[in-house]
């Protein structure tokens, strides 16, 4: 061995220990930042005063997993804003947990700060609201003015109370796409469809400039599906005669001009509140029920974040069942890969699947549904992970909330039950592939494209390239394998003919409560429901613990993402980043479709995807311009 050579290997074996030793005086050093950020922020566990009111101020939109990053989550807190978005299982266990709570003499529901939410979600909120109330406990709403979907969750109080200057707006739903084929047709792209659904509409918005005649139809059975459930429970709960609320929306200018135009007024001969009161009043008559804080001079009382932080405290300290009843949540699009909080992914809601499937601890799975589907491949990764699960001998129940639709109801087609809410949307079970190609842009700006290939089909996929015929028969081909596939796999789950699936199935949209006349869903009821259900498959009892399962990060990702999230919280404190300006949250939702578009990325290019954004009326947005000083 030469001099040289002896050189180089001494010197990269001394290269590498120097490297390794970086790395881990590199994390060191992250761990040490680490624990004195988390040390600067720590908050003790709360201590609750003998009577309190539990005060519920949901912010932002509610949700089965939190979607946003650390980042933005930190910095809307900082910012002083509300947060983007409140677990909805935290909402409901801090519920049930003050119902049989001997310090918490009521709860105070403030959905002022509350987004546009799936009604399914409010229902199940609402549920809760009136199992705590049938304790004999009082619940108190209070508020500026309700929107259509903050009006839902107040309704389910026994009291509402609204300001004197304030209003109810009440607008029923409505389903309004933007259709592209103008800008499409002038840009002189062509958008290659292939599908198969005559109500899978997802690419009508490029080859059509008006909503089909088919999509009206299907869009209109499950509009009113929901409206007519937003109608019973409000009325129920404030025991209104049928028709009230549609007579309050279609009746409102008239009514309005007859009270000079006093909304809050009309709220109350309405019968929709129970009294026009200023928060200050309500809370001044709250001192005399719970006591007061000297502190704040306002009642006794403590937030849910508190509350909670009080109540899995205490929960760490008492012995639990070794039977425990796993909760997967499969909330947003589903996506090839590894996906974070707030999409599904194939691979890692797969391992997470197969990871209680070898956990003894677990009985029964209860798959949490909250998606519009996407990529085909995907959802088929996760499919085989529940046919695993009962191949195991381990129950799996779904429980659907907002949205379970294409893709989403093809990871639910295979459990042993499925539970829907009555305004669930579902079905769209349909396959779609869309190819854009720009060769006619192109040309308008004088670009051509020429050359050779070795076959007819060779260069054919290519996008400055029209798509030849032999390629677009193959592709077709490969959407009608994909939808016959998913017939049989709705078929084989739910015991039906294939033929019997396809005369419902077709991309049509369902409302959860025809979804279950039609045999899709088993049971109309919650995730309690269903986690019951598969308590009882797997003889559990009603002794049994509910573990969350999630995707395991590795100890670098969370430090990462903690570090990231405090250190962020306190840069924008200190003014070093600016907060978020009003025009990006406007503009969000448009980019967060945009992106949405972009990350479907399925190997055969097949989605099962359904764009049915549920409507819960007017934006807080479009709201607040009603509601500004008179």
Known sequence: MSLRSSLSGLFGLVWRILDGIRKALHLALLLIIFGFVLALLHEAVPKLPGTAALVLAPEGALVEELSTDAVRRAIGQASGGPSPETLLPDVLESIAAAKTDSRIKLIVLDVG???????????????????????????????????????????????????????????????????????????????????????????????????????????????????????????????????????????????????????????????????????????????????????????????????????????????????????????????????????????????????????????????????????????????????????AGKPVVVSMSSYAASGGYYIAAAANQIYASPTTITGSIGVFAVIPTFQRTLEKFGVTVDGVGTTPMAGDLRLDRAIGENSRKLLQLGVENAYSLFLQRVADGRKKSVDEVDRIAQGRVWAGVDAQRLGLVDHLGGLKDASDAAAKLADLGSDYDVEYLHPDLTLREELLTQLRSETTRLAVKAGLIPAVSPLAQALDPLLAQARKISRLQDPRGLYAYCWCQEPIGSSATAFKALTSPR
């Open 113 to 391: 700060s509350l987004d546009a939410s799936g009604l399914s979600k409010l229902q199940e909120i609402g549920a809760a609201l009136r199992d705590f109330r049938a304790s004999g406990k009082r619940v108190v709403a209070v508020g500026d003015y309700f929107d259509q979907g903050r009006y839902y969750l107040a309704a389910q109080a026994g009291e509402v109370y609204l300001d004197p200057l304030g209003l109810v707006y009440i607008d029923g739903f409505s389903y309004y796409r933007m259709f592209l084929k103008g800008a499409v047709d002038k840009l002189a792209v062509d958008i290659n469809v292939f599908k198969v659904g005559t109500y899978k509409s997802f690419t009508d918005q490029f080859s059509r400039s008006d909503m089909s005649p088919t999509e009206r139809e299907e869009s209109s059975v499950w509009l009113n599906a929901l409206w007519n459930a937003y109608q019973q429970d409000v009325t129920r709960a404030r025991s209104l005669p049928a028709g009230a609320l549609n007579d309050y929306v279609t009746q409102a200018p008239a009514a309005l001009a007859a009270v000079n135009g006093d909304a809050a007024k009309l709220a109350l001969q309405r019968g929709l509140v129970t009294a026009l009161k200023s928060r200050r009043q309500v809370a001044d008559e709250l001192k005399t029920l719970v006591g007061e804080d000297s502190s704040s001079h306002s009642f006794n009382q403590v937030s849910m974040h508190e509350y909670l932080s009080v109540v899995r405290t205490k929960k760490k300290f008492k012995s639990g069942s070794d039977a425990h009843v796993g909760i997967v949540v499969a909330a947003g699009d589903i996506m090839d890969g590894h996906q974070g909080p707030g999409a599904v992914g194939g691979e890692s809601t797969s391992e997470v699947l197969r990871d209680a499937r070898y956990d003894e601890s677990i009985k029964a799975v209860v798959l949490r549904v909250d998606s519009p589907g996407g990529s085909m491949f995907a959802s088929e990764q996760i499919l085989r992970e529940v046919q695993n699960l009962r191949k």
